[in-house]
Nanobody, 118 residues
Framework: VQLQASGGGLVQAGESLRLSCAASGSILSINSMGWYRQAPGKQRELVATITSGDFRNYADSVQGRFTISRDNAKKTVYLQMNSLKPEDTAVYYC?????????????WGQGTLVTVSS
């Protein structure tokens, strides 16, 4: 199983970015997908998650600015980030909690860098 993330880049404060993460490989079903981020010198933190039943959970710091969504047919999760702030600068990692032929597993993508300038 692989998670391929894309969409990061350099933007100015107040602008928007959309991240995508596609899961591929021998996947039987996906329970939840999500995004986490890690800023320099800080621990990795949850940004947003979405379950197969479309339940969404957001960090307080992004509530109202970020929107997570998923396309089950494409095994892809998206993160629409609006009104970006310099403190949103981080490497963003996608995550998937899924079932494959080995059972229930958790996978991480390679990370995509988001830089927000003031």
């Amino acid at each position: 199983v692989q998670l391929q993330a894309s969409g990061g880049g350099l933007v100015q404060a107040g602008e928007s970015l959309r991240l995508s993460c596609a899961a591929s490989g021998s996947i039987l079903s996906i329970n939840s997908m999500g995004w986490y981020r890690q800023a320099p010198g800080k621990q990795r933190e949850l940004v947003a998650t979405i379950t197969s039943g479309d339940f969404r959970n957001y960090a307080d710091s992004v509530q109202g600015r970020f929107t997570i969504s998923r396309d089950n047919a494409k095994k892809t999760v998206y993160l629409q980030m609006n009104s970006l702030k310099p403190e949103d600068t981080a490497v963003y990692y996608c995550n998937a909690d899924l079932y494959n032929y080995s059972g229930r597993r958790n996978f991480w993508g390679q990370g995509t860098l988001v830089t927000v300038s003031s």
